[in-house]
């Protein structure tokens, strides 16, 4: 992961997990487990709504896609990351500025907000 994070700086993670998968050593992270849940039918479409600019949950987090959940070009990416991890409770954050930071929500029935600028925080609808 140490090797991925570095490409991950860098704004190229893609090359980073395919440098990183093709050496087939496995050490058991989520970048190669392409599990996605099956889309809903078009009347249970899911889409999302701000909750609130400059402001992320606190509650747990998790990163999408990484350790620090860097590499997401829009809330819309981060918003599809976050329906295809079964740990995600329906609320994220994304902050574009810092490296497109997305993380989801990973507790139940959390309510808390934490203000820090370039953060917005989002949840399912």
């Given at each position: ?5 570095k490409f991950?700086?860098k704004g ?9 998968c093709k ?103």
């Amino acid at each position: 992961m140490n090797k991925y994070e570095k490409f991950v700086k860098k704004g190229k993670e893609a090359m980073g997990k395919e440098k990183v998968c093709k050496k087939n050593k496995c050490s058991g992270c989520d970048l190669c487990a392409e599990e996605q849940a099956p889309a809903p039918a078009p009347e249970e479409q899911l889409t999302f709504n701000k909750v609130e600019d400059n402001r992320y949950w606190d509650c747990t987090r998790k990163g999408m896609g990484n350790l620090h959940g860097f590499g997401h070009s829009s809330a819309q990416e981060c918003f599809e990351a976050t329906l295809n991890d079964p740990e995600c409770k329906g609320q994220f954050d994304y902050n574009q500025g810092y490296n497109g930071q997305c993380k989801c929500v990973t507790a139940d029935d959390c309510t808390a907000l934490r203000g820090l600028g370039g953060y917005v925080a989002y949840e399912t609808v």
